[in-house]
């Protein structure tokens, strides 16, 4: 049996003893990869010309086509792993 001595609250025990499921570290976590989505639709936005007559080839480029939403699919992956991750 465990007696009271041995079952003394240290900042170590109280963190893992604690109700909230996620800790500090996995909201900061979390907060990398919202930044990493968000940057993913920055480098999607514009790109369109100001005239419906007027083709503008920007709108193709490597970076609203391929980076932008590689960012966007890999932020939200980063996402997961944040959520799921426990630290000891």
Sequence with gaps: MATSENMKET??????????????????????????VVLGFVLMMGGGSDSPEEFNPEMFSFRRITLAPLLVVGGFAFEIYAILKRFK
């Excluded at 996995?26 to 990398?32: F, G, H, R």
Aim: no cysteine.
């Design 11 to 36: 900042p170590e025990n109280q963190e893992n003893n604690s109700n909230m499921p996620l800790t500090r570290r996995n909201y900061q976590l979390l907060a990398i990869g919202f930044a990493i």
